[in-house]
Structures are given as C-alpha cells and as structure tokens.
C-alpha cells in the first residue's frame, strides 16, 4: 500500500485518529477534534480502512449487545 | 445447550415462551456471567428475565428481534444486581498491569502510524458469512479481553454506564477507564478483522 502519510512526532497521527474513532462511542467530538480527524482521513488509507473496519465492528458488537434496539 | 432449562420455570409455564425466546439462554447465560463474575447471580438474572420475557410475552410486538428484546431486559437485571451491589465489581488483582499490558506493541510505528507490516486491510466479509458467524466471532473475540477488562468494557458498550458511575462501581480513575476501553477497542478491532480473514 503507498501513499501512507508519514506524521512527526507531535502532530496528529494515525494513534491519535484511532484514539478518536473510538471514543466517539463515549462521547461527541470537539469541533477541533473533528476537523483534525478529517484532515488526516482524506490522507490515509490506512486509517480510513481501519475506520470502516471499527464501523462495521462496533455495528456487530451493537447488534451482539441488542444495541442495534434499544429496549 | 441453547435451551437448557431455566431454574425456576416449570415445564407448563415455559411452554408458553416459544422455542424462538428459549433459543437465547446460552447466550445470556454467558453475557450475564461476563458482566456480572457470579454463577448464581448470573442466573438469577438470566431466570428473572425469562420470567418478565413470559409476563410480557402477549404484549410483544415482534417489532424488535426478540433476541435484542431479551437481551434489553437481562441488560435491565444486570443493572440492578450492580447497582445494589455495595461492593466494587470484583477485579482481578492487578488491574492496573491488565490495562498496559492490553497495549498490542505491534500495532503501531514509533511515530503513531500504523505499522504497514502488521495492519490488515481485511474489510467485513458480510456476502460470504451469515450474520450468526460475524456475531460469533465479536462475542469470541470480546470473551478473549482479560476478565477485568471485559467487565468494565461491558457496563460501558453493554449496560451504557458513564465513565462517573464506572468509577464508582470499579473505583478506577478517569483516565484508566478511557484508556482501557480505547486499548479494548483496538484489540477487538484487532482480533475480528483477524477473524475476518479466516472466512475469505
């Protein structure tokens, strides 16, 4: 796979991008947050591969749980 | 077994649950026991939910699978039993090496990205494997996080819990609970994108 966008220390990463993916479950994301975590989908195919990948997980994981309808 | 008997409904009375309700108590016989670390109590909510599935049967309106509507009341009875609960949710010792330890080192480059030579592009293979299969290998793989760490990641992901009452119940910090369940997260995503693979 190319085009993988490479990020120094100190600027948002793919960790970070996952870090946020994820905690959108908890909670909703500051505007800042988003617009970080778009900038660097547009950029990285891993991460949104990895985006689609918690998606589809976290829809199975909902309909496990019943989530999918709340009682 | 799927429907192995549930203590404390006699034979006529579970007649009138159909075999479509019943085919679920394996399931949330293990989905209690999860959550709850307690054979007996683990039944009991299991046996109370069965016994309000029975009182609510006539009124329900096949709206909601009624796999989703049983595990949305054991979910109900779960809660209870931890709310009553004057204690912590039992941990296992060491919780706090579980949570470093439930960092996969692989996973990503020392610069945060994701290490190219160990990420799985595997997307979900949902023409080829039946629902049942997908959901299977979610509860495989969520069964797979250490004792502890499932516990806690469920009263968040399955009883809805804030990280505040998680606290309360676990007495773990803040910052320990969202770094359990971000590091819970990427190992399921981890371990089900691996599963993936396997139907392909």
Not at chain 1, 2 to 14: D, K, P, R, W, Y
């Amino acid at each position: 796979m190319t085009g993988h966008a490479v990020h120094g220390e100190g600027s948002f990463n793919c960790a970070d991008a996952a870090r946020l993916v994820c905690e959108e479950r908890d909670r909703a994301l500051l505007a800042a947050e988003q617009e970080a975590l778009g900038d660097h989908l547009e950029t990285c195919p891993y991460c949104q591969a990895a985006r689609r990948q918690f998606a589809a997980v976290f829809g199975d994981l909902d309909e496990l749980l019943g989530k999918d309808h709340p009682s | 077994m799927d429907n192995e008997p549930i203590s404390g409904l006699n034979v006529d009375t579970k007649g009138e649950l159909p075999q479509q309700a019943l085919a679920h108590t394996e399931f949330l016989r293990r989905l209690a026991m999860l959550q709850l670390n307690n054979h007996a109590e683990a039944e009991d909510a299991v046996q109370e939910t069965y016994m309000a599935a029975l009182k609510g049967w006539s009124g329900y309106s096949n709206k909601v699978p009624v796999r989703a509507w049983l595990i949305g009341i054991l979910r109900h009875k779960v809660t209870d039993v931890l709310r009553q609960r004057n204690r912590y949710v039992p941990l296992d010792d060491g919780i706090e090496l579980e949570i470093e330890n439930l960092q996969e080192p692989d996973m990503f480059s020392s610069d945060g990205s994701w290490d190219p030579t160990t990420f799985v592009f595997t997307n979900t293979p949902q023409e080829q494997v039946a629902r049942q299969e997908l959901l299977a290998l979610v509860e495989q793989c969520m069964t797979a996080l250490p004792a502890s760490t499932a516990r806690i990641f469920l009263m968040r992901e399955y009883l809805g819990m804030e990280s505040t009452e998680i606290m309360e119940k676990t007495a773990l910090s803040a910052g320990n609970i969202r770094v359990l369940l971000h590091r819970a997260r990427l190992r399921l995503r981890a371990c089900v994108v691996r599963g993936w693979g396997e139907f392909l």
